[in-house]
């Protein structure tokens, strides 16, 4: 029996997790265990390459790459799983065992990212290379290359009080980050409304009254008669989370209780205990402070480094731009959504209020095309998605996806476990869970992909295939009626989906460029995007929207609706982008604590030219955008716009071979794959771009998509 499966769940280091058997006491008692195993480790290391660098002999990749990978390895394995448990069952328990430990991880991070020893055998790595004493291929460059940067923003250089100071600062900031989302979490928690009259619901949709009056249930609420909440008696129950929130403000015609939902979802963790305002303007100025002590002027040009984007005033131009485009197609849309309002004579039609805008679209957009969002759900029944997106994968990538429930020890009774086999070889090539439903009380909002397994090959020399973790925040299934989906949804589980076909379908076997690991962050979203046009790609769409009772296919009328409606209010939502990125991009690169403003103040005098409607006082976006103060986005938002330039350009290929050409639509999707999803950090992205395009990425495509060009 190998080592590993002796070792306590938390300390395997390797294979697929046993989620169940994890523990918040194992996360106290055994992380400090791996961390002195993990610097014990270092320090070995540290002195054999000493006695090498000492003694001018040649080093070779395998003396310092390897052993210091499997140091991160061990790690990253172990770290993940607890952070990984604590974005999808956060628990008072998991969190306080989460943040004992959060500063001696940085702690351990930061000595590794500062070994003045391993850096230095970096260094002599490079300098054999190029006098010509130890080839090394493309990735092999790529990797040094991009491991001697991280370690220069790691603050190698810096000495004595700097780098003490720099490291305090580190595991500060990572404090606080984790500070930022747990107030999140529990402020959205934290914010219900009990609605009791069938006045109070009305416009709500049946399967959100059925959403509303299971969270009633859960909550232990029952009507005035004692009987248990129904979704035609109520009592229904209101909450900040999208799957409740969002439908809301678009359905409801109670103007009064849409103003009060959306008045505390945009005021969430901006009061009392929850208040993020001081931590945001202490993460604001560490960063700074960091970059400084770095040699950069502020943080943008530290996020910047290691991206595609060359400088800020690259990313500056590129919002400008965009924001030009959309900013009178979102004033236009206003006015439509007013006269909207006023051929309804609504009181509101002089006077749109945020809180009105999802309401007035929807009504709008039924009235524009004869589309009704909600009324598509039944078409759309999870378990139907996905086979329609296996099939899609099938079609273009050459990949059988197999699902494997029970094979896997999973964290929560709805994640689901798949395999992933080459259709052609029939070889396993990795595998994935899924957690798809909102959990209000334990599980963070949003959608992400993240890493369970990389590609590698471990210690005896066997392959360790790809697994990633997919998670949404979808409607979950009521009584005996499944997950029906919102076409946003759908959306959303493609968009996860491209980000873990580039972390499985990796060829790379170098770990630190297989998958997305080194792929520049403003290129990242590519494939992601990129997989969001195939719901709109007549053959992927209409083969997989069944009814959910009758199994009857989406009507084709509905199909040309969608189509007609893609880009319905797109001024809107560009510009909605824009103001997001430019707001995260300024205060990172222009806020100072000296500056004379709030950073509230800041985001407002940039809403003044990015937002149609100006926030109400009683907005503290900031305070909920975790993106950047609790997620890696920091001074580079922009990305998701900067990368679908590049996304829409890649489907443009299939466009011009023709969608309705199987044969050139396979090709098309193979060369995608065996470049884009292929290649992964090996790369450069732009080098990447080309090898699958056969020239450099235009912003035509973006444009066109996006129902900008008349603009």
């Known amino acids: 029996m190998s080592a590993s499966l002796l070792a306590p769940p938390l300390l395997r280091g390797e294979g697929l997790p046993d989620f169940p058997a994890i523990t918040p006491e194992q996360v106290s008692e055994q992380i400090p265990v791996l961390l002195d195993e993990l610097n014990a480790g ?40 607890v952070s990984h448990l604590n974005g999808v069952c956060n628990s008072p328990e998991l969190r306080e065992a989460h943040q004992s430990q959060q500063a001696a991880v940085v702690a351990f991070g930061n000595r590794a990212g500062q070994s003045r020893t391993v850096y230095r055998a970096l260094e002599r790595l490079q300098e054999q290379h190029r006098a010509g004493h130890l080839p090394l291929d493309p990735t092999q460059e790529r990797i040094l290359d991009a491991e001697l940067l991280e370690m220069r923003l790691r603050g190698v250089a810096l000495e004595g009080e700097e780098q003490a100071a ?21 402020a959205t928690n934290g914010w219900t409304l009990a609605l009791n009259s069938p006045e109070e619901v009305e416009g709500l949709p049946e399967s959100l009254r059925q959403l509303l009056a299971q969270a009633a249930r859960d909550a232990g609420l029952s009507g005035a008669d004692g009987r248990e909440a129904s979704a035609e008696d109520g009592p229904w129950l209101l909450g900040l989370d999208i799957p409740r929130a969002m439908p809301f403000l678009k359905y409801s015609r109670r103007r009064d209780l849409r103003e009060r939902l959306y008045k505390a979802q945009v005021s969430r963790a901006s009061s009392g205990d929850l208040d993020n305002r001081p931590l945001i303007e202490r993460i604001l100025t560490l960063k700074r402070e960091q970059a400084v002590r770095l040699g950069y002027a502020n943080w943008a040009e530290v996020s910047l480094a290691s991206k595609m984007a060359d400088s800020v005033e690259a990313v500056e131009r590129l919002l400008e731009d965009l924001r030009a485009a959309s900013y009178p197609a979102a004033e236009r849309e206003l006015q439509a959504l007013a006269a909207c309002a006023g051929r309804q004579e609504a009181p509101e039609a002089g006077d749109l209020k945020p809180w009105d805008v999802s309401f007035w679209a929807e009504v709008l957009r039924r009235e524009s095309f004869d589309l009704h969002g909600e009324a598509l759900r039944p078409w759309f029944p999870l378990p139907r998605v996905l086979d329609g997106l296996f099939a899609l994968c099938g079609r273009l990538f050459d990949i059988r996806i197999e699902a494997a429930d029970g ?37 963070r909002g949003g959608a992400w992909m993240d890493t369970c397994l990389d590609r590698h090959t471990d210690a005896a020399g066997r392959p360790v295939l790809p697994v990633a973790y997919l998670i949404c925040n979808q409607s979950p299934p009521v009584g005996e009626i499944p997950s029906l989906m919102t076409f946003e949804e759908v959306e959303t589980l493609f968009h996860e989906f491209g980000h873990g076909l580039q972390h499985m379908l990796t060829t790379v076997e170098r770990p630190q460029a297989a998958g997305i690991n080194h792929v520049e962050w403003d290129a990242v979203e590519l494939p ?3 997989m969001e046009n195939w719901c709109y790609d007549r053959a992927t769409l209409l083969g997989m929207a069944r009814h959910w009772q009758t199994g009857e296919p989406l009507p084709e009328e509905e199909f040309a609706k969608l189509l007609a409606a893609r880009t319905f209010m797109g001024g809107s939502a560009t510009l909605r982008q824009v103001h997001f990125a430019l707001v995260d991009l300024r205060l990172h690169s222009v806020w100072t604590p000296a500056s004379g403003q709030s950073p509230e103040d800041l985001r407002r005098q940039i809403a003044s030219t990015t937002t149609v409607l100006p926030p109400i006082p009683e907005d503290a976006f900031l305070c909920a955008f975790s993106h950047i103060f609790a997620g890696g986005y920091s001074a580079g938002y922009y990305s998701y716009k900067w990368a679908e330039v590049l996304s829409a350009d890649a489907f443009s290929a299939f466009e011009e071979v023709g969608l309705e050409d199987e044969p050139a639509v396979r090709r098309t999707g193979r060369r995608f794959r065996d470049t884009v999803l292929s290649l992964g950090g090996s790369r450069s992205p732009a080098e990447v771009f080309r090898a699958f395009r056969g020239r450099e990425p235009s912003p035509e495509a973006l444009i066109r998509h996006s129902g900008l060009v008349a603009a």
Do not use: C
């Not at 990795?430 to 334990?442: E, H, M, N, V």
């Open 42 to 81: 270092l320090s070995a290391l540290e002195q054999r390459l000493d006695l090498a660098l000492d003694s001018a002999e040649p080093l070779g990749w395998a003396e310092v790459m390897d052993p210091l990978h499997r140091l991160g390895e061990r790690l990253r394995w172990s770290w993940g799983v």
């Open 166 to 186: 720099f490291n305090a600062a580190s595991e500060e900031l990572a404090g606080l980050a984790t500070r930022f989302g747990n107030h999140v979490l529990d």
């Open 407 to 443: 094979e896997a020890p999973v964290w929560q009774a709805d994640v689901r476990f798949f395999r992933v086999f080459d259709a052609g070889s029939g070889e396993a090539i990795a595998s994935f869970y899924l957690d798809p439903y909102s959990r209000p009380g334990s599980k």
């Open 528 to 530: 992601s995007q990129f």
